[in-house]
């Protein structure tokens, strides 16, 4: 399922009472408003759903798989996102 399919279905889900693009921006702003907070150390959370935090990747060592030769990995900043129970649920059935 991609994005339009997801718009789609929840234009669908709400009778298409909302269209298409509004919930286009308000999809869009959620995920800017997340990639925000994320980028600046803040967790977001939607209880039962999912969260989403800032995590640090410490350096280490790494081998090139074509050559075996050994590199460095530099340390990182990663996003971990986790699954709520209620996501968790829903895909045991």
Known sequence: ???GDVLDQISQNLDHKVNRTDI???VSEFFNVVA????????VTIPGWISFEQVER???EG???????TLQI???KAVK???GSKLKNAVQG
């Open 63 to 69: 081998r090139n798989p074509a050559t075996g030769e």
């Open 58 to 60: 410490a350096a280490r």
């Open 24 to 26: 286009d921006k308000v």
């Open 74 to 76: 530099p340390a990182r």
């Open 36 to 43: 925000d907070a994320v980028s600046h150390g803040d967790k």
């Open 81 to 83: 996102v986790s699954a």
């Open 1 to 3: 399922m991609n994005k």
